[in-house]
C-alpha cells in the first residue's frame, strides 16, 4: 500500500496524512513509512503502470 491509497481510505490527502504522521510520529512503529528516492520513484513508475503517476511527484509537491 503506498501514501495514495492510505489517504484514500482515511478520505484525505496524501500531503495532510503526511504532515500528521510526521507530527504525530511518537504514535506510529518506526517502520510505518519509509520514502523512495528519486530513482526509485521513476523505477516504480517503469515496472508498475499502477504506480506510473510516481514519477510526477517531487518532494516539494508532497
Given at each position: 500500500?503506498?501514501?495514495?491509497d492510505?489517504a484514500s481510505l482515511?478520505e484525505?490527502?496524501?500531503?495532510v496524512?503526511?504532515?500528521?504522521v510526521?507530527?504525530n510520529?511518537n504514535r506510529?512503529?518506526?517502520?510505518?513509512?519509509f520514502e523512495?528516492?528519486?530513482?526509485?520513484?521513476?523505477?516504480?513508475?517503469t515496472?508498475?503502470?499502477?504506480?506510473?503517476?510516481?514519477?510526477?511527484?517531487?518532494?516539494?509537491?508532497?
Amino acid at each position: 500500500m503506498i501514501d495514495i491509497d492510505l489517504a484514500s481510505l482515511y478520505e484525505t490527502v496524501t500531503k495532510v496524512l503526511k504532515l500528521q504522521v510526521k507530527r504525530n510520529i511518537n504514535r506510529f512503529p518506526e517502520d510505518f513509512m519509509f520514502e523512495l528516492t528519486k530513482d526509485e520513484k521513476i523505477q516504480q513508475g517503469t515496472n508498475c503502470d499502477r504506480l506510473s503517476a510516481l514519477k510526477m511527484i517531487t518532494k516539494e509537491d508532497e
